[in-house]
């Protein structure tokens, strides 16, 4: 069994070691139910239900103990009726979950009917001696079979558990008695189509009477067609036949056969099953050719294989064609072929006749040859112009409208069209001066009227051909060529030529100009085709130009024609099919040969709107007509689109052999889950379009990664690289070659798991571990911080009980000395050291007032200063105000830094007292932001800083400031007092 998507073929074959793999790789037919569920029979191993899911096949008992032989099968609403074993049976239908909850190994249908097992049977009806040709499934449940010559009818009761036999003659039926091949009932109740070996006839069998018959007449073919292959029936007159060397079309009202399908390349063919799709694509399948396609929409296209020059169409719908073998009447209906002029309006002396073109009030111009006038040499022929008037029947020589020069040789004519005053137009090159004219002829008057274009000879802008030609409303001539647009003002007979200026993007996208045509609703726009560039929409008024080219999806640059239909489309040929531009969606809809084209190159000038709305283009392989209404009526229907395939780093997952990933078909998941290592995929898609893959277009967007739709083209796949853990989900779009999209997307969940690393279990363990250390951490230094401070109250509490009290003693000591000893000496030395163990015992203070840790806080610092400035300035008189930001209270500093600051406090303010001889001392502390700010000024006498030098205290003072990472400024000046601004963060 073969699985297409449009793209590929998966194929379902037996496979010894899988024991749900297809068993028969015989199959004889395959249908669905309404569920969806796939039944295959096969020729030597029954009947199998297909899992779609997991791509198995699970076997169907039948009731047999044999081995089953399915011959074919049927499906009506929840009855399957198959031909097993030469038995016919009917088996009820069970619901989809009663088929997923059966036994893996087998599934039991219920019974409902066995022709075998019924009472008095028609004897042997289905056995070898009693040929039957067809089975057959009525609206009333009955079942038809026909036979050689008679039809056997049975009659169900309600419960399909009892059968009444009915036998009918074909003669009744209105096959005189032949064998009967095939029949199948018409849309019209209690009616059915018969099909014999010479005759069809349709036949209510209710009233048994014959409502229309149809000899084939043409025996050796019909019986080739009709035995053994079964017929489509499309609908109540449209058949299909399949015989040993083609497929047909036999339309039973009409009696035309047409031909579908050629030989194949084996030199036979054989059609033993078909398949009509929801795209009008007819599938054969051959006997041992392989699959033939054909494009049913192609019988939208009328199509003739010659190659033409040209289209003209007169007043009574005769349409006028250039053949390459000649000119001709055509009908496009019964592609027929005759002259062009009645043989009573065609004088004898003319000959080579050919179709110039038509004007407005339907009359054709023919240029023919006069076989009498010659030229002065007598070597070439006189040519002549005649005017055909089909609906009164009159035929005009025109002797005058050739220029004199002219005859048989007239490769200097470029171009003849006529215009709205019934006027015959020629565009010629010459060889003098003006080199390019127009001639313009009036049958009434039989006057010629020269008009010269604005080219010279040889030049870039010279004229070698004209294309196009179209007339506006005003009379205005407009000319489509290889060196521009031309435009000649009927008012003002002058010329104004429009060409291409690289410079300008609004300019025409080419000079070489194949066709024009008028815009369907507004009378100041133009449509151009041109020769590798597309076509533009042209603006009269402003002179501007918009372009179309393959990029907007046009299927080719060279746009030869361009017709407009009734319905707001431009209908173009090109290198590469029919183009229908819709004006309004900006859209296009693009036929090939898939599409029934006869070919996709066509030519120039060979293009035609008929009255009767028809349109004709002409090509390298023939002429293609059509009806716009009808081709835009069989616009296809949203087509269904489906996941195909799924690769990690470009190795496609299969589920059977790796089922980590998959554990079932891609086409049945809806989610699928992914390890952190495995985040570069594709997904494979399919619009279940199957034909003109290169026309379809996909979209797809990834919800989670994606912010818009991202445009895939023709391209049905899409790779991802890299993706965070996360979960995404894959919506994609399709559009089939009509250019409709599906209605709703398909979707598939994926998540990707995160790695170990980034799971959320890691990151709890990540975060417990974390606050433990840094609680561990915090402990560890309150630990280390208590034992620094229970260090620093030790030294503190020795230094102030200890040493201090020793130093102490010796100032007591050295205090009794002086006041015993008569010795001067002896009295100065005790004294030096009284002072020296005083200055200690200050020193010491400062030292284990600092080192206490229960001064660390700002306000003990701002006591400390303040009752120390008190001390010294008031036993000398002076005057002290201090000034302290209460936001310092609660700052805490540490012991070397609040060291290093009193210090420099104490050595500026004992400066001051010892040297200023100031009467007031200003001290302020404040904080800015996170530094703090230190200034102290008096009123003393002031000193020359660059005089003083550098004494030993501003050192200290200095060193210390470093130590803080602050910076330290003094102000002085000779009887101006001194001020020092000292400020460090904090």
């Known amino acids: 069994m073969n699985q297409y998507n449009g793209y590929s073929m998966k194929v379902y074959q037996s496979n010894p070691y899988d024991k749900y793999a297809l068993p028969d790789n015989d199959i004889s037919s395959i249908t669905e139910d309404d569920e969806g569920n796939l039944w295959v029979g096969t020729v030597n191993k029954g ?174 073919i019909t019986k080739d067609i009709f035995f053994p292959n079964r017929p489509i029936f499309l609908n109540d007159t449209t058949i299909f036949f399949c015989t040993n060397h083609s497929w047909y079309r036999f339309n039973a009202k009409t009696q035309v056969f047409t031909s579908l399908v050629g030989k194949s390349d084996r030199g036979g063919f054989s059609g033993i099953s078909h398949l009509l799709d929801r795209d009008g694509i007819l599938w054969v399948g051959s006997s041992g050719s392989g699959v033939y396609k054909t494009n049913l929409r192609a019988l939208q296209f009328t199509t003739d294989p010659e190659d033409c020059y040209g289209f003209a169409e007169g007043n009574l719908n005769p349409l006028f064609i250039r053949f390459k073998s000649g000119v001709a009447l055509f ?58 008037d089909p609906a009164k029947q009159t035929n005009t020589e025109y002797t005058d409208f050739y220029d004199p020069q002219i005859y048989v040789r007239f490769e200097s004519l470029i171009k003849t069209f006529t215009n709205s005053k019934h006027q015959f137009c020629q565009v010629y090159q010459f060889a003098d001066p003006p080199y390019f004219r127009l001639i313009v002829c009036d049958p009434q008057s039989k006057q010629k009227k020269m008009y010269a274009l604005p080219v010279t000879k040889n030049s870039n802008n010279a004229v070698s051909r004209v294309f196009g030609h179209y007339e506006d409303e005003k009379g205005n001539l407009w000319l489509g060529t290889d060196a521009g647009l031309f435009y000649f003002d009927a008012v003002s007979e002058q010329w104004i030529v429009q060409k291409r200026n690289p410079k300008d993007s609004l300019s025409l996208s080419s000079d070489k100009i194949l066709t024009i045509c008028p815009d369907p609703q507004h009378a100041d726009l133009l449509w151009l085709g041109t020769n590798g560039s597309g076509f533009d929409r042209f603006d009269i008024t402003t002179r501007h130009c918009k372009h179309y080219s393959h990029r907007d999806g046009l299927p080719n640059n060279v746009v030869y024609g361009i017709l407009s239909d009734d319905f707001g489309n431009l209908w173009m040929s090109t290198n590469q099919g029919i183009s229908c531009f819709n004006i309004k969606s900006q859209s296009f809809r693009n036929y090939t040969t898939e599409d029934g084209l006869p070919g996709n190159e066509y030519n120039s000038n060979q293009f035609l709107k008929a009255r009767n709305g028809m349109m004709y283009f002409g090509g390298v392989d023939g002429i293609t007509c059509f009806y716009p209404k009808t081709l835009l009526s069989h616009i296809l229907p949203p087509n269904e689109l489906v996941f195909t395939g799924f690769s990690i780093y470009n190795k496609p997952v299969d589920f059977k052999t790796d089922s980590s990933i998959l554990t079932q078909s891609i086409a049945q998941t809806e989610v699928i889950t992914l390890p952190a290592d495995k985040n570069m995929f594709t997904f494979e898609f399919a619009l279940l379009q199957y034909s003109q893959a290169d026309r379809k277009q996909y979209q797809y967007f990834l919800e989670g990664f994606d912010k818009n739709w991202i445009d895939n083209g023709a391209r049905n796949t899409a790779t991802f690289t890299n993706l965070d853990p996360g979960e995404y989900t894959l919506h994609v779009k399709g559009c089939n070659s009509d250019g409709v999209w599906t209605k709703e997307s398909k979707s598939i969940v994926i998540i990707i798991k995160a790695p170990w690393h980034r799971t959320w279990w890691f990151k709890s363990l990540l975060v417990l571990f974390i606050g433990g250390a840094t609680y561990a951490l915090y402990r560890y230094r309150l630990y280390q911080s208590l034992k620094v401070i229970s260090m620093r109250n030790i030294i503190a509490s020795d230094l102030h009980d200890e040493i201090g009290s020793t130093i102490s003693s010796i100032s007591v000591y050295s205090d009794i000395i002086e006041s015993q000893v008569k010795d001067k000496e002896l009295q100065h030395i005790a004294e030096r050291i009284s002072n020296s163990s005083r200055n200690i015992l200050v020193v010491m203070s400062d030292i284990v007032w600092s080192i206490n840790p229960k001064n660390d806080r700002f306000d003990n610092v701002i006591l400390r200063m303040k009752s120390f400035a008190l001390e010294v300035l008031e036993i000398q008189n002076k005057k002290l105000h201090f000034d302290a930001d209460i936001k310092l209270n609660d700052i805490k500093m540490q012991m070397n830094d609040r060291k290093n600051f009193y210090l420099i406090f104490k050595e500026a303010l004992n400066n001051a007292v010892k040297y200023a001889h100031a009467g007031n001392v200003w001290i302020s502390i404040t904080l800015i932001k996170n530094e703090l700010l230190f200034v102290m000024k008096d009123d003393g006498i002031g000193f020359d800083i660059k005089e003083s030098g550098e004494g030993n205290g501003l050192l200290n003072m200095q060193r210390r400031t470093k130590d803080l990472r602050g910076n330290i400024e003094i102000l002085s000046a000779q009887n101006q007092g001194t001020e020092i601004r000292l400020h460090f963060p904090v």
């Open 47 to 220: 009947l199998f239900l297909f899992d779609k899911k997991q791509e198995r096949f699970i076997p169907v008992s039948l009731g047999q103990r044999v081995v089953n032989a399915v011959a074919w099968m049927h499906i009506k609403n929840d009855k399957m009726l198959v031909f097993v074993n030469n038995d016919l049976k009917i088996f009820r239908l069970l619901n989809r979950t009663a088929y997923m909850n059966a036994a893996k190994d087998s599934i039991r249908l219920p019974l409902l009917f066995s022709y075998n097992q019924c009472p008095n049977p028609v004897e042997n009806f289905l056995g070898e001696k009693g040929r039957w040709f067809d089975v057959r499934w009525m609206q009333d449940m009955s079942l038809w079979l026909s036979m050689k010559d008679t039809m056997l009818i049975l009659h169900p009761d309600q419960q399909l558990t009892h059968w009444t036999p009915e036998v009918r003659d074909s003669k009744e039926m209105g096959m005189g008695g032949e064998e009967l091949f095939h029949f199948m009932s018409l849309s019209q109740k209690n009616q059915v189509i018969l099909i014999g070996l010479h005759s069809l006839s349709v036949y209510d069998w209710s009233t048994r009477k014959i409502i229309f018959f149809q000899p084939f007449g043409n025996e050796s």
């Open 331 to 388: 009908d496009p209906n019964h592609k027929k072929r005759m002259p062009i002029v009645p043989d009573k309006l065609w004088n004898k002396d003319w000959i080579w006749p050919d179709i110039w073109c038509a004007d407005p009030q339907g009359s054709v111009w023919i240029r023919a040859a006069s076989k009498s006038r010659k030229s002065p040499d007598g070597k070439v022929l006189k040519l002549l112009l005649l005017c055909y």
